[in-house]
């Protein structure tokens, strides 16, 4: 049995040109030159920087597990190089998600939002970055729902002889912090039950039942529980595997031909339309938003990321598949803006703002502590 691989994506906040647009080129170089050294010193086996809106994402593979001190230390000091830079150019947001003064072992819970997931690397290993900006975990929950619940969304469910064994889905209550796992097809409708309240339900993980090992992981880490105000949106990471026994790449992808909102946008506290683009699309251009999604592709090849170069290329400079790049995407990124435009037709109103509950900051506190007096019973 070969050595098991991970693949870890790191992301955070650090600071961004002109309001929370994208993150300076030379914070983004900082970050590379971080990692390299990380695959110089043997840490690392691979990596790719990359980005969505004004977050940075650090793609990695390595062989030292999840939740490494010696990975999660690379990230924690690209970040804090690049944070320095924002700083220094009075950038916007500089080190927002960075919430602790030192690295103390791990990003859980210091900031940053993680994915990592194990495996046995299998004679072709496509994988699949889906990178969100401007939302929250639970972002996530209505499409792997669509690809590893829905036979209509995903056919491998009736035809692949390993899908149809099903899957263990692990859902985190994102406020209690507490998990449950659960298995398709037998607890489907129940499952459903508690992701169709994405103020508090997000879906961690999905796992194979028939043996191919993990299919797909999400960052369900919430900012602002996390630092105990409102620092910014989670804008939540997914690593997908696809293929022979999972679902294909095409089955990912299907979900987001359909509108969906999600919670986020505009001081994380409205709802918008997810809006597929490429990643040098991926600028928030209509009121902070609307929430985008990019999905990268590489190729794992014992344990480096094969992209569009021949593997001799150095390490962090390989090109992936942009999936969400295509015209064929143009008419939903259409429907994406025209619900989001009808959304914020509503102004204040819910329900395009968040429930008071899910709502970031709102003065409404405040506003009712100074009416107290004046509130009269109705006859």
């Known amino acids: 049995m070969s050595e098991k691989v991970t693949v870890s994506v790191i992301k955070a906040d650090v600071g961004s040109v002109v309001g929370h647009s994208r993150p300076h080129p030379a914070m983004m170089d900082a970050c590379r030159d971080v990692l390299a050294e990380g695959v110089k010193s043997g840490c690392l086996q691979d990596f790719y920087v990359t980005r969505v809106g004004d977050d940075i994402n650090l793609l990695m593979s390595h062989y030292k597990g999840e939740g490494n001190c010696d990975v999660h230390e690379l990230a924690w000091n690209a970040f804090s ?16 998600d960075i919430l602790c003064d030192a690295f103390s072992g791990n990003v859980k819970g210091a900031g940053p939002g993680a994915a990592e997931m194990t ?3 299998r004679g072709s290993e496509p994988l699949l970055f889906f990178m969100a900006d401007k939302t929250e975990p639970s972002a996530y929950s209505l499409p792997l729902s669509k690809v590893f619940l829905d036979p209509f969304t995903t056919t491998g469910l009736v035809i692949d002889p390993r899908a149809t064994k099903g899957f263990e889905v692990e859902i985190h209550d994102v406020v209690d912090s507490k998990k449950v796992v659960m298995s398709s097809p037998e607890e489907t409708y129940g499952m459903l039950t508690l992701l169709g309240d994405t103020t508090r339900y997000a879906i961690k993980s999905v796992e194979s039942r028939s043996g191919v090992g993990t299919a797909a992981v999400v960052s369900t880490d919430k900012l602002n529980l996390t630092a105990g105000k409102y620092v910014g949106k989670d804008d939540p990471v997914c690593i ?9 790449v095409g089955e990912y992808l299907q979900p987001y031909m359909n509108t969906m909102l999600v919670a986020g946008w505009m001081r994380g506290s ?12 991926s600028d928030p251009t209509y009121y902070d938003g609307p929430p985008r999604i990019c999905c990268i592709g590489f190729q794992l090849n014992n344990g480096r990321f094969q ?5 001799s290329a150095p390490a962090g400079e390989r090109t992936p598949i942009d999936f969400f790049a295509g015209r064929e995407w143009d008419e939903v990124r259409r429907r994406a803006i025209k619900a989001s435009a009808m959304m ?3 102004g204040p109103f819910m329900p395009a703002i968040l429930g008071p509950d899910e709502m970031e900051y709102t003065t409404r506190p405040s506003v009712l502590d100074s009416l107290k007096q004046r509130f009269e019973d109705l006859d």
């Open 81 to 96: 190089d690049a944070t320095d830079l924002a700083k220094k150019m009075k950038l916007y947001a500089a080190g927002q």
């Open 119 to 121: 495996f046995e690397e």
């Open 240 to 248: 997908c595997r696809a293929q022979s026994g999972l679902p294909a």
């Open 270 to 281: 409205h709802y918008g339309a997810f809006y597929p683009c490429s990643v040098e699309c």
């Open 307 to 311: 992209g569009l170069e021949p593997m």
């Open 344 to 346: 914020r037709g509503h």
